[in-house]
């Protein structure tokens, strides 16, 4: 059996207690999520799309731990945001066939790339932003948070460019981030909101040199990160966007070292591509 099945075989075989989920990284910030009556995946990158289309400084470090046409489980695909490490649409397509009743989460900028990858618009759902929604078929409560990344853009047709997803499940309450920093109410909005009891967190930070030399927009800091959990009050987090490319990435030492300065008692989990992380509250 190959890896890309044997991950599907878990996936289908994983048995789900109550306050629970069952989480399996797909690198960079991709995820998928199982739990009592659906499975989720959240922006899976599991193509060479940024080298093809941005040159080798975007080389992967690993192969992807599962191919877009293996995706025959997913009931809900989410994506943050348009940027095609998060929606990727030569894994989106595939997976639109492989589960062909799928539906299709993103921000009302993602429209062209749904288009592209010949996905429907009756598969597509654009929530509204801070408006809980149940999805339909499953008991999963879903949020929208905006991100800014590095602001927070707003079009009257289009709504939030960046979305971060709070998902209330089977007795447990998840945050996907998207890709984000700290901008003013950001910390005042998730304070209004239900805490999570984990948090995943794109922590590869940000300088100069990324952004001028190769347009690399660039994420929380680890010590803004650690300082951002231990305001919030997450119970654990997956410092995420920090392994897919080398040169896109800071030591993950570097992030430990933040944690045990600004949050020494903060529960962290380092997620490797293809491993399951069964999260029990």
Not at 257 to 271: C, H, T
Request: contains cysteine; proline residues 9%; glycine residues 6%.
């Amino acid at each position: 059996m190959s890896p890309a099945h044997a991950i599907i075989d878990q996936m289908q075989n994983t048995p789900i207690i109550p306050n629970s989920l069952a989480i399996w990284g797909l690198g960079q910030m991709g995820i998928a999520i199982k739990g009592p009556d659906a499975v989720l995946y959240i922006d899976p990158c599991l193509s060479d799309i940024v080298r093809d289309v941005a040159g080798d400084w975007w080389t992967r470090a690993y192969p992807p731990p599962l191919l877009p046409q293996d995706i025959t489980n997913a009931t809900y695909y989410l994506a943050s945001h348009e940027h095609i490490d998060h929606l990727d649409v030569k894994t989106a397509a595939p997976a639109a066939k492989a589960s062909p009743d799928a539906l299709f989460i993103t921000t009302g900028w993602c429209a062209d790339m749904l288009d592209e990858a010949g996905i429907a618009p009756s598969r597509r759902l654009v929530p509204p932003a801070l408006q809980p929604i149940t999805l339909p078929g499953s008991s999963i409560r879903l949020t929208v948070v905006p991100s800014a990344h590095y602001d927070l853009e707003h079009d009257d047709q289009k709504g939030y460019r960046w979305f971060g997803y709070i998902i209330e499940w089977n007795g447990v309450t998840f945050y996907h981030a998207g890709d984000t920093i700290i901008y003013p109410a950001y910390v005042e909005t998730l304070k209004r909101l239900p805490v999570a009891d984990l948090a995943m967190l794109p922590v590869n930070g940000r300088d100069w040199y990324r952004e001028t030399v190769v347009g690399a927009t660039g994420n929380l800091l680890p010590e803004e990160a650690a300082q951002l959990a231990n305001e919030i009050g997450w119970k654990t987090i997956i410092p995420g966007h920090n392994d897919m490319f080398p040169n896109n990435t800071i030591p993950m030492s570097s992030i430990v070292d933040a944690l045990a300065r600004f949050a020494p008692r903060q529960q962290y989990k380092i997620l490797q591509p293809g491993e399951l992380y069964y999260f029990v509250k």
